[in-house]
């Protein structure tokens, strides 16, 4: 399985149960940015893709599995960390910390912002959701990410959720593969896995 990076935060806790089921399987997971994760598809080099953008206008089956919201992050100490209804305009004047291109999370940030004709201020690019939680944290900006990053550190106080109108952003994990590959059983087990477990 090839998986984009911010599916460090679910994927190996899901690969537990399925490995208790199926104890014979052994398991390969890379985990990579989703610009590396397409190069590994268009080489066909694993069983199955889980990303949270599929790209467009390639022969793939797509099939989400798991509700993937984006939330606006800021510092807690921040004053829109106290306010209700923020309009999505109020980010004009925030700087923005961005994941590198390359990264799903960096498109759908990027799209949010041309959607909304709001002009995006990149005060710094990090190579991680973590360092960008803790550039957050240490005031830096604020950041679009995904919810489950949260999920391994729900005790962090520094950072806040800001109630930004329209936000969280709904989107899914998908789980793709090329159409004209026939899953292998293994590949098959993973698939109905999720489909019943997730
Ligand atoms: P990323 O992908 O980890 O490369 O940012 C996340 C996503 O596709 O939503």
Redesign the pocket.
């Known amino acids: 399985i090839a998986a ?4 460090k935060y679910f994927m190996p806790r899901l690969l537990g149960p399925f490995c208790s089921q199926y104890p014979g399987i052994d398991i390969a997971l890379e985990v ?4 590396r ?1 397409l190069e590994r598809l268009a080489r066909n080099q694993d069983d199955l893709y889980v ?3 599929p790209p467009e206008g390639l022969d793939i089956e797509r099939e989400p599995f798991m509700e ?1 919201p ?1 939330v606006v992050l800021g510092p807690a100490s921040h004053p829109l960390a106290r306010r209700k209804r923020i309009p999505f305009a109020a980010l004009a004047n925030e700087p923005v910390i961005v ?1 590198a291109r ?7 940030v990027e799209r949010a912002f041309q959607e909304r004709n709001v002009p995006l201020q990149i005060r710094m690019e990090l190579g991680s ?1 973590e360092a960008i939680k803790q550039a957050v944290a240490g005031g830096l900006g604020l950041a679009l990410l ?1 919810q489950r990053t949260l999920s391994l550190d729900p005790g962090q106080t520094d950072v806040a959720i800001l109630k930004v109108e329209g936000f969280p952003i709904m ?1 899914s ?1 998908y789980v793709v593969r090329p159409r004209d590959k026939q899953p292998s059983v293994v590949a098959n087990a993973f698939l109905d896995f999720l489909r019943t477990h997730v």
């Open positions: 984009v990076t911010t599916t990579v940015n989703r610009d994760l990303m949270g953008v993937n984006l994941r390359g990264s799903g999370t960096r498109l759908t959701n995904s989107r994990w």
